[in-house]
């Protein structure tokens, strides 16, 4: 039960630091919409290390399914540009080997495949947003 509660108020805890830096962020970043698909993936990736915390494969599986959902929703909305849509859908592959590995019940497997899904954020944020970034700290 300690546990639970330890996990719960460090959950809050970090969802209010989380939102009240996005509002700021966002604004500088990327347009609302993107940037709240972006919020609600790292929300998605929290609740499932939480859930494997307690070994809740179930939900965790379900948070996956929502996270793969988006992912391949955003994947297909034409306005958007080539890479990012393209960025997306390997977050939305990475995403199903996600799932698969939640409902397989693997803790190993399922580690692998949300370190899988951080690789594909991570290497899209790299090629696209943070390349003018690291051109300038050079």
Request: aromatic share 4%.
């Amino acid at each position: 039960m300690k546990k639970i509660i330890a996990l719960s108020i460090g959950v809050i805890v970090a969802a209010t630091l989380g939102f009240s830096a996005a509002a700021v962020a966002q604004k500088k970043h990327a347009p609302k919409p993107v940037w709240g698909a972006m919020v609600g993936g790292l929300i998605d990736l929290q609740s499932i290390t939480a859930a494997m915390m307690v070994f809740d494969m179930k939900r965790a599986a379900t948070i996956a399914e929502g996270l793969q959902k988006r992912e391949t929703y955003i994947s297909n909305i034409a306005r958007l540009p080539e890479p990012v849509r393209k960025g997306h859908g390997k977050v939305a592959e990475a995403a199903t080997k996600l799932v698969a590995a939640a409902k397989s019940g693997e803790e190993q497997d399922v580690a692998k495949a949300l370190s899988g899904v951080m690789q594909a954020c991570n290497a899209c944020h790299y090629d696209l947003r943070d390349a003018e970034r690291r051109k300038k700290m050079k």
